[in-house]
């Protein structure tokens, strides 16, 4: 069975340092590949997405994330944080198929910026 | 574009009691999937439409829950009784294809006392 891993579930990062939260999956094919980002009270905002070509992915609000097969891994990453990044982010990963489609969410990391 | 919008934002109800939280999807979009997210169990699909037909309701928890989707525009899931258990936010999210991702709605937080 699929599985999504998010190995930190709290991450504390300083405004202006760089960030890499971890996402790992167990699949057997090349899956769909998604990250989240959910505010306090909020709903979850798709940031970025992989399905093939090229595997660094550029997203919305300056993140990018790096599909690595041989790791089975889509990190996301940002190279300066701001404090409005604070929030929970949740990895997901699924296929689509002639029976329908499912996707699994990962548990989900928080993260904390200091000012 | 309103994006996916779910009624009501709250709700208290007491045990037992019947609770219909609903949705309406963005227009155009022609599947519609319902989330249930705890502290303790993360983000679970309950159940997801295509084309206003159920394809999956394998984590819908037990007979007490049901979903319909009646038009393209409007889905409901109804807890008939509703148990504290129950005590979550429900999300709404609908897609055109699964390969855009999703769009969630803001969710209806339910306490069930």
């Known amino acids: 069975a699929q599985s999504v891993t998010q190995p930190d579930i709290h991450i504390t990062v300083s405004e202006g340092a760089s960030l890499e939260l971890r996402c790992n999956y167990s699949y057997g094919a090349t899956p769909y590949l998604f990250w989240y980002v959910q505010s306090p009270g909020q709903g979850l905002q798709l940031l970025l997405k992989?399905?093939?070509?090229?595997?660094l992915v550029q997203g919305i609000k300056g993140f990018e994330a790096e599909f690595k097969r041989s790791q089975s891994s889509f990190n996301l990453r940002k190279p300066s944080v701001h404090w409005s990044d604070a929030a929970e982010y949740f990895c997901?990963?699924?296929?689509?198929?002639?029976?329908?489609?499912?996707?699994?969410f990962g548990p989900g990391t928080r993260l904390s910026v200091l000012p | 574009d309103a994006g996916v919008i779910q009624s009501p934002r709250h709700e208290v109800t007491e045990m037992g009691q019947e609770v219909t939280l609903r949705c309406k999807p963005i227009s155009g979009h022609n599947s519609l999937f319902w989330y249930r997210q705890t502290m303790m169990r993360g983000l679970e699909l309950l159940i997801y439409f295509n084309n206003n037909v159920p394809i999956d309701d394998s984590g819908m928890p037990e007979d007490r829950f049901s979903a319909k989707m009646p038009n393209a525009s409007f889905s409901t899931l109804k807890i008939q009784p509703s148990e504290p258990r129950d005590s979550a936010v429900y999300f709404c999210?609908?897609?055109?294809?699964?390969?855009?991702?999703?769009?969630f709605g803001s969710g209806t937080r339910l306490t069930v006392v």
């Open positions: 997901a990963v699924g296929e689509v198929a002639n029976y329908g489609q499912n996707f699994v």
């Open positions: 992989y399905f093939s070509g090229d595997t």
């Open positions: 999210a609908s897609s055109i294809e699964a390969i855009y991702g999703y769009t």
